[in-house]
């Protein structure tokens, strides 16, 4: 098994520009994650799904959007990137909410 | 909204010494527990968790840590720590609607040869 995966590893945008990652995992979990990363703040909950076809916002939603089109599947999207979405931004998974979250290796974006 | 805080944003150890991490919360409900681990350059791995019984948990490699209702408290120890726990340490527990994890701010452990 896999577990859960991201892509792409890494990636420099231009302000305004747009872009997509890509979360997915193989162990039939319900529940999706995206979190961000900064020094110092821990992570931070951007958007959250509780099953195919469902999402919700986390603490910092803003500039960013979500799909869940398939159980296996969680997309993060963000339609004009700013340099204050410079982050690691981690996917994770879950069994049941609350439980224990399985997590991604991490994309690094900077936005310039 | 549940908060977690973790006291020491960087410990710096040498090998041998002994270890224990802060975690206190806010909601005092029933909470599972959990510490993760982050090795430079890798992703969140799951050290240890509580959900309920002993208080006193252990998990991998010598980490154990002990849940204290009355604090609010799930502290993180390991008696003798090694170069190889050169990481940092979040403390998370269940956000207050149970979505999901709400995360400490981290403690960046350096363990120095």
């Known amino acids: 098994n896999a577990g859960v995966t991201q892509t792409p590893k890494f990636r420099v945008l231009k302000t305004g520009q747009s872009m997509t990652l890509l979360c997915a995992q193989d162990?039939?979990?319900?529940?999706m994650y995206w979190y961000r990363q900064d020094p110092g703040m821990g992570l931070r909950l951007i958007h959250y799904?509780?099953?195919?076809?469902?999402?919700a916002k986390g603490e910092v939603p803003d500039g960013y959007n979500v799909s869940r089109l398939k159980k296996q599947n969680f997309l993060l999207g963000l339609e004009s990137a700013a340099p204050s979405q410079t982050s690691v931004y981690f996917c994770?998974?879950?069994?049941?909410?609350?439980?224990?979250?399985?997590f991604g290796p991490g994309t690094r974006l900077t936005v310039l | 909204a549940q908060s977690v805080s973790q006291h020491n944003h960087h410990v710096i150890l040498s090998e041998a010494a002994s270890l224990e991490l802060g975690c206190n919360y806010s909601?005092?409900?029933?909470?599972?527990l959990f510490w993760y681990v982050q090795y430079p350059g890798q992703h969140l791995q799951l050290l240890l968790k509580?959900?309920?019984?002993?208080?006193l948990v252990k998990g991998i490699k010598g980490f154990e840590a002990e849940f204290i209702k009355s604090k609010f408290s799930f502290n993180l120890r390991k008696p003798s720590v090694q170069w190889s726990d050169t990481a940092e340490y979040f403390c998370?527990?269940?956000?207050?609607?149970?979505?999901?994890?709400?995360f400490g701010s981290g403690t960046r452990l350096q363990v120095q040869p």
């Open positions: 994770a998974s879950s069994y049941t909410p609350g439980n224990e979250q399985f």
């Open positions: 162990m039939n979990h319900e529940y």
């Open positions: 799904s509780v099953g195919e076809g469902t999402t």
């Open positions: 909601y005092g409900g029933t909470v599972n």
């Open positions: 509580y959900f309920s019984g002993d208080p």
């Open positions: 998370a527990v269940p956000d207050t609607g149970r979505r999901a994890l709400t």
